[in-house]
């Protein structure tokens, strides 16, 4: 039977609709109904399936698994998509993921060795390889248009840079990124590259991507799309390292392994869920917020209330600063068996009311424990003391980000459960937040040097949609 995907929100499960193969929805962002795509049930692996795994390279993985999900691209093909993506010339070493062990049961699995020393890389170069292939198949191409705060506008330009088919407009904050951030992505000299920095704040860049993308005649004529969080090809890449992360602490398929997730949009751990859906033996997805805490609320309350963008705080771990958790309806379509009427019903409740609460609901409260879900909240006087304990006590250094995973993963540790904590960035990207924990600037890879002082190429523009969709149009136009 082949793989085929749904939304959330019910489109694709009428007969007269039908649903779509992995690579229809792979350029699509959200499902013409609102909801998100999903496959219409997960691939279950056998022991034996699970056994066949343990060994294999990280490339193998990925292809064991990404093959359940993608089987609409023939199989030699999506091999050497993935073999061309999971490079130690990309990542750094024959691992792709290497795994620290701080002492026995508690190690950090390292996904921050790509171009940009951020685990989104780890699905985002795959998708510019992904994306290149499909496209050429058929003879289609695409305009890219985000916006960032830092590491996904990054990564999401070192994945596109030189594609086919591809152009990449990015935008901004103009001035409120660090120098670092700045300088990897305006020093990128690709053609098909485009950074615009906005006069104005993250969320004035967002706006001017909703502007654009609500012009349904705009976003058609020009073939718009987009790359963030809530891309299934991103959430499929990512389900990988659980794997790899599971066997390299385990010598058994007996053992269960907890896994501690730095959170923002719900992205990273909502592919630990799906590696546990799949038969991977997860005791715990520990999810670890900072300040802006909606989504622990949520796993200790049942309450989700979505924040309003002045209630967003800005920290010193900025890519987990979220009002909302974009692929959040993703599990809470699992968690209300699957009904996409249920689920449309809340998320009314979270454009009407803000909010909802699943523990006024007692079948949905009772079965939550069944997902493995515990969560908890760092902030940012537990980062540095976390940043200087792991310093002092371990001799590695650590970024915020995975110190707010580590922080909490520490209040959850049982005994005889390994417990792996995902690296989310480098300390490189964080500098000022480094210097204030150990008083001294990170290491920082040899290659990026001096990379404040390359030349950068860059378009200053007002937050104004019209001027934005003038220039995209002009660039296309040539
Ligand atoms: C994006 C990001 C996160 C949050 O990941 P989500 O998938 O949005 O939950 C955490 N840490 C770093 C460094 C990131 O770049």
Sequence with gaps: MSMRYISTRGAGSAPEEPAKSFCDILLEGLAPDGGLFLPQSYPVLSADELTS????????????????????????????????TYTPQVFGSEEITPLRTLEPDLHILQLSNGPTLAFKDMAMQFLGNLFEYVLAKRSAEINILGATSGDTGSSAEYAMKGKHGVRLFMLSPHEKMSPFQCAQMFSLQDEN????AVRGVFDDCQDVVKAVSNDLVFKAKYKIGAVNSINW????????YYFKGYFAVTSSNEEKVSFAVP?????????????????????????????????????????????????????????????????????????????????RELMRKVDHEGGFDVSECADVWKRMPAF????????????IAIIRMVWEKYGIEIDTHTADGLKVALEHREHGVPLVCLE?????????????????????PAALDDIENLPQRFELMDADALAIKRFIAGKING
């Design 53 to 84: 795994m343990r060994g294999l390279s990280y490339a193998d993985l990925a292809f064991a698994i990404i093959s359940h999900y993608a089987d609409d691209i023939p199989a030699d093909d999506l091999k050497a998509i993935i073999n061309k």
């Design 193 to 196: 590259i485009f950074n615009i």
């Design 233 to 240: 090809g991103r959430i499929v890449a990512q389900v990988v």
């Design 263 to 343: 959170s923002g949009n719900f992205g990273n751990v909502l592919a630990g869920h799906i590696a546990r859906m799949m038969g991977l033996p997860v005791r715990h997805l520990i999810v670890a917020t900072n300040e802006n805490d909606v989504l622990d609320e949520f796993f200790r309350t049942g309450r989700y209330r979505q924040r309003k963008a002045a209630e967003t705080r800005q920290t010193s771990s900025p890519s987990m600063d979220i009002s909302k958790a974009s692929n959040f309806e993703r599990f809470l379509y699992d968690l209300l068996w699957r009904d996409p009427a249920a689920v």
């Design 372 to 383: 493995g879900f515990i969560s908890g909240r760092s902030m940012h006087a537990d980062r």
């Design 424 to 444: 989310t960035a480098l300390p490189a990207k964080f500098e000022s937040s480094m210097v204030e924990a150990l008083g001294r600037k990170p290491v920082r």
